[in-house]
């Protein structure tokens, strides 16, 4: 057939921006074989080619490579002849996950439904190619995400995501087109939001991501179809629980040197340091003091809505402490003066990469102590051991890593499976342990591994420190959670790894899904966005930016919980009980005697044994908390709301607050004097200032 | 209950401050799922304005079939003063897996807020009572009567309190 010229009768069923799709009225009854074609015409048009018209087509047939692999179509077109009007094609209902990869070959150039529902699994490909990366039922996870790489469970999920996968496509053949295909107001649909109903569209072949291949299957569609937003957005991350939140982002290259080698001073032939070289082909952010508003407005909000204690940061120029003050100096324009600092830069340096690692961390609720920098040669970026002490005595070495990325494959380090340089990665994850085992007297064990990993939660990196006692804490709260996404498939390259040690008082760990799920023509970069033409004098599609958090990196920001109070308990002879600076857990039992908690957020817990006398001398009200649960339990006492059904009661004696209990509330047993609640008054016999 | 309560109170509190030696009374009461408890304690004088705490040198306390001495106390049992104002006693026996662990809760500003509380060394305190703190004679009369002279406006007071707490 190929190069013979024919003729060749259809139904128009849908118009592409470089051809159209024809289908034959009634079939050849073979499920084996397409009763579809598309027909290649390039610029020209021919005025019968409307939907539902019949039409003869004179061309030759050809096989079009595309995608890795070959389309049928009909080239080289002569002529378009109307032969009628009004005709429609029933859609062929087809099965889908294919059962077999490749097997919608069958339907190429047919229009064909498709039952849903569908997720979207990556809208990278919306703006530049028209295109959305979907999956029939939920998202596609990188197989590494999930299993060990050659497990049966590895080789299933791989097998899974290309049969459930399909592109939806919008016909056209035109890069950053000005309007963005399927795009709904507000920059949706995000990575995981859903189509419920069926998809129509005519079935076709090209490529799937930013390579020309491999290609996979693609839907264009012929008839409407709408989103449910599955994954919302959030406006603040999760809670995470503890006294100590933490956070790792990659704040994708916070650079205070531009590409046009302008600096956020206002100084001009300046350049970014990489290597011996100084130069501004080296800065990898902004290019200029525009986009570097836009990109610090947005890493600002994020970072001040996630208002961790502490935060491992990636991906900041590697000026000394320059970019990261200047981050710093942002946020306590919104959070406050001195409410983040700069950790001092580390023994060892900040290595000769132009890009850097750093801490910063709120001085009202720790100190950081001198750090250190790994500065082994098998390290692109030195991983920093930055010690931190918390007010109330407690210690803990935030350790902030960035290794190797998976681009740019070497022969020497190919792309076996857990993407390039897979041997280096971990290579410096091992290194990484023996930095961190010669570095234990700062913190005693106390270490938590952050960053930007390049490397899947079950990939070789991950695997040498989840089996060589790191805890890999995302995995422990939220299996398969992610923090990137690439080739249609979600991960997390952005770790949280806790010694055993301290992963035994870490009390929650969340992704905040800010970045990786949403659409990147929402990023601070004007390039490819209107106002700039992009196809001739055609404006480059809509610049979706807006000054939230979302897409304020490519990555998603992760975020702990640590539990790191000082823990004092009275003794039975104990006629005081002072907590320190900072936070503390106050156990107090029988015996009377006065609690101090000093600073910071404590918790007063009574135990069983309580039988009043207890005075608090400086309760703070949104600070401390006050557990009577264990009384209440031995007393007998309902524990769903104490204070509403009137087994505690408060009333004021001179200048405080006295805190009873009445063991039946409204029955004969008259209440008890429990505590005393110094310099205050019976407000504080609510509800958000006691445990129960 | 609550004006005898309250008069004890007073008595107690006269003697403790007026007699020239050492002090021994009683006291008496029932939980609140109506077990009677009653024992005694003594301690040496203190001044007629003090406030504080006082170690008791002498106590007693039968419950249950069985008696807690002072050396059975967890810490310094104590009787308890604001100005003068007897508060009650802080007695603890909290360590005995044997037998009810046993505790004398003296108040924060009033002796109406003393109460008893018994339970096990495992499961905490489980019950509550309330207490009654009664004079013995063993004081010499001349003194006595001075001291109710003295602070019978305290056991008016303590019963003025008892009486807007009711209403």
Known sequence: MVGQTTVVPGVVTRINSNGFFIQDLTGDANPATSDGLFVFTGATTYPAVALGNLVRVSGTVAEFSTGGSTVTQLSNVTAVALTGAGFSITPTDITFPETVEGELERYEGMLVRISGPFTISQNSFQSRFGQLTLAQGDRLEVPTNRARPGTPEHTALVEGNKLRRLILDDGSSLQNPSTIPYLDANALPRAGDRITGNLVGVIDYGPSSASATPGDYRLHPTAAFTYVVANPRTAAPAAVGGNIKV????????????????????????????????????????????????????????????????????????????????????????????????????????????????????????????????????????????????????????????????????????????????????????????????????????????????????????????????????????????????????????????????????????????????????????????????????????????????RSSDHDPVIAGLSLYKSITAGVADTSLVGTAGDDILTSGAGRRTITTGAGFDQIVFSSSFTGAATIADFAPGFDTISLRAPLQALGVPLVDPITQGYLSCRVSGADALISVDTDAAGPAPARAWLLIKSANCSVLNRTNFVF | MTSLKTLSAGLLLAFAAASSQAASFTFTGFTDDSKSFFGSFGFADVAIDFTGEVNLNDFSLEFEGQTYALSDADRPAVALFDAGAFLGVDFIDNDDSTRFSVALTGGFSSVDEAFFAHGSTSNGFTNYGSVSFLSTPVSEPGSVALALAGFGGIALMARRRAKAKSA
């Open chain 1, 247 to 550: 956070a790792s982002f990659n704040v994708l290259n916070y650079f205070t040197t531009f590409t046009n080698g302008q600096n956020v001073a206002g100084q001009s032939g300046q350049g970014c340091s990489e290597g011996a070289s100084v130069n501004a082909g080296n800065c990898r952010g902004a290019d200029n003091l525009d986009e570097f508003s836009r990109q610090r407005t947005k890493i600002i909000d994020a970072l001040a809505r996630i208002n961790a204690d502490a935060v491992g940061l990636m991906e900041l120029q590697n000026n000394g402490n320059v970019a990261a003050q200047n981050l710093v100096d942002g946020l306590n324009q919104v959070l406050g003066a001195g409410t983040y600092a700069v950790a001092p830069l580390p023994t060892n340096g900040t290595g000769s990469d132009a890009i850097r690692t750093a801490v910063i961390f709120k001085p009202a609720r720790m100190s950081a102590l001198q750090g250190i920098s790994d500065t082994a040669s098998i390290n692109d970026r030195p991983t920093l051991l930055q010690p931190l002490q918390l007010h109330n005595g407690e210690r803990f070495s935030l350790v902030v890593n960035h290794l190797k990325s998976k681009g740019g494959c070497s022969s020497s380090d190919p792309d076996l499976g857990q993407g390039c340089w897979n041997i280096k990665r971990t290579a410096q994850a091992n290194q990484l342990r023996s930095f961190l085992s010669s570095q234990a007297g700062i913190s005693g064990a106390a270490q938590l591994i952050v960053g930007d990993f390049n490397a899947y939660a079950k990939e070789d990196p991950i695997d040498v420190l989840t089996t060589n006692g790191f805890v890999d804490l995302v995995e422990r709260f939220q299996p398969g959670a992610h923090s990137y996404v690439f080739n249609g498939e979600a991960g997390r390259l952005d770790h949280l790894l806790a010694s055993n040690s301290l992963a035994a008082k870490v009390i929650g760990a969340v992704h905040w899904h800010i970045n990786a799920d949403e659409q990147p023509q929402a990023d601070y970069n004007r390039e490819l966005k209107a106002p700039l033409t992009c196809n001739g004098a055609a404006l480059c599609p809509p610049d979706l930016y807006g000054p939230g958090p979302y």
